[in-house]
Structures are given as structure tokens and as C-alpha cells.
């Protein structure tokens, strides 16, 4: 399915979001959006109707560092949440802004700063680790493959913590298909989308989906009911869709693409940096960084940026997959 987006029918919800990199929504119509604070700390924001932020901040408990990125949302209505700080770890923020570990150490080591955190059907937990490196722009090269990704079988049971994929380009968000039988993972310096079949508490080895075309800087993605996959990247403020038959179509893009062109010399040059990933938060769309289906009828998309203040939103002729989160 083929169906292009103009920036300028770019419709945008919210005000005075901070870094709204990731966002879910409920059948109840509920919509929550990271919220990091510019002073440090911060949690998540449900918008109301008019598109007021709600904040839940973290705090007893959160160290002091905190920096929202990745999260999901648990039946109690607590958010399980990736912190990109240097302390690192994943999170549990409750619906009164207490905060508590969710896991601080996998195999005797500390959690290096936490890309994401997604809670699956079976009420397992995956949790995404860009690099081991701090800071964690000495990874922003497509010649560092340390990335990994940690499985806990379940929000209370840190002592399962495991490493069960690694060797990945800049781990970025991951998420069990509809299906149940995959894992599938952006690799965000590889550039690629990737795969493992789950195999109850183990992974099979690394598939590639699909590498991305030229000026895709893959972040977030989503699933939709037809079985594609939805790719926001950073940068070029792109949304990619890879269909059932790994053919990929841009939906929308807001970027220069002379700008794009030297950056991606860049990145087969071995001089890709921070800069060059965040060249598109000077467009209107702010870096875009995630995407969700949301609304009745799961149609209308919303985009999470890095530098935005608002939400990115349009509609979509086909409909997102069922999130696992959705009759929260």
C-alpha cells in the first residue's frame, strides 16, 4: 500500500512537551508521551482532549540523572521506562511519580544507559541497550556493533535478567510482532531492521529484514494490521514503511537533501556524529523518533520527536496492529 504525506498536511497535538521522544495510546483514548524535563528528570504526560499535558514526574526514588526515553505501560497503570542518563537502568514509574528499579544489573554488570523498554502479550520484558559505551555517542559510528538486548520474564522478576541478543549497530527500539513468534529490533548505526524468532526464553540467530534506504536513520517503528512495518528516522524526518514483502515506501519526509547526502557520506566516511543525527530538529517536524497508531479506529498516526514541543499526526489508510498496552 502506497499513499504519500505532504509535511504541510501535518496536523500537530500537544503544547509545551519536552522531548516527547515516545508515545502510546489506549482504547479508552488515552494518549501518553514522554516528558524530559530540560533541567533533568521528568517521566510522562497524558494529553488531554485539548492537548494540555498531565505530567507524572518521577520522584523519590529516581536518580538524579533521570532522562525519559523508551517506555511501556504496565496493567497497573505504572510505565517501565528506559533511562538514557548515565546511571542507566530501566525504571518503574508509578501513577504518583514514585519510582523504583526495574533492573539495575544484568550478569554482575551495571545497565548501561536503557535505549527501551517493551512489555510483550506474555508479560515479558524487553529491554534494548544501545552500546556499553559512555558516553554513548562514542557508538554513532557504523563500525561499533555492541548493542544488546536484555529479556526478563517478568516487571517483578529482575533475578531472569539475561543478555539474549548481542553484536547489534546502536540497539534503538524493540518489539515482539503481533504474531508472537518475532523479535524485531532497529539497529540504528547498522542502519537496518532486523529480527530474532522468539524460542521461549532464548532468541534464534539475527535475520535481516530489510537495510534501509539511503538517509534512514532508524529509531522507533510500529506494526499495522497488514503486517508492515512502520520506520520513524531521525535526521531526515522520514516515515518508512516496509511492507509483508520487505519493499519499503516513504510516506513522509521533512528534510534538505543536500544536508542528507553529506551526512550519509558521513556515515559510510566513519564521521557520522551527534550533529548530523540531529539535523532535522531545525525542520517542523523536530526529529521525529517514534511512531504510533492510535484513535477508535487505530488510523490516526502519532510521531514522538527529539526537539518538538508537540506531536506529529495524520491519518493512515490502513490500521496499526493491536498494542499490548491498548485495553489499559
Known sequence: MDFNIAPDAIAFFGTGLSRPECVACTEAGAIWVSHALPSGGGGVARLAADGTPHPVLAGAGAPADFMPNGWSMASDGSFLIA???????????????????????????????????????????WISVSTWRVPRDRAMHRGVA???????????????ARIVADGLGYTNEVKVDPSGRWLYVNETMARRLSRFEV??????????????????????????????????????????RVGPDTRQHVVLEDCD???????????????????????????????????????????????????????????????????????Y
Open 257 to 327: 537533501p543536500e544536508e542528507i547526502a553529506a551526512s550519509m557520506k558521513r556515515w559510510r566516511d566513519g564521521g557520522y556524529s551527534r550533529e548530523d543525527l540531529m539535523i532535522g530538529a531545525t525542520r517542523p517536524l523536530k526529529n521525529i523518533a517514534s511512531i504510533t497508531f492510535g484513535g477508535a479506529d487505530l488510523k490516526t498516526v502519532y510521531c514522538g520527536s527529539l526537539a518538538g514541543s508537540a506531536l506529529a499526526t495524520f491519518r493512515s489508510p490502513v490500521a496499526g496492529a493491536r498494542p499490548p498496552h491498548w485495553t
Open 83 to 125: 533511562n538514557l542518563g548515565d546511571s542507566g537502568g530501566a525504571w518503574r514509574l508509578g501513577t504518583e511519580g514514585d519510582c523504583s528499579p526495574l533492573l539495575l544489573k544484568v550478569g554482575g554488570y551495571d545497565v548501561p544507559p536503557v535505549n527501551f523498554v517493551h512489555l510483550d502479550e506474555q508479560g515479558r520484558v
Open 199 to 240: 524460542k521461549g526464553g532464548a532468541l534464534g540467530s539475527r535475520q535481516t529484514v530489510v537495510d534501509y534506504i539511503d538517509g534512514v536513520i532508524p529509531d522507533g517503528f510500529d506494526f499495522d494490521e497488514e503486517g508492515g512495518v512502520w520506520c520513524a528516522s531521525v535526521m531526515s524526518n522520514r516515515i518508512v
Open 146 to 160: 555492541d548493542g544488546f538486548v536484555i529479556l526478563m520474564d517478568g516487571v517483578d522478576r529482575p533475578e531472569t
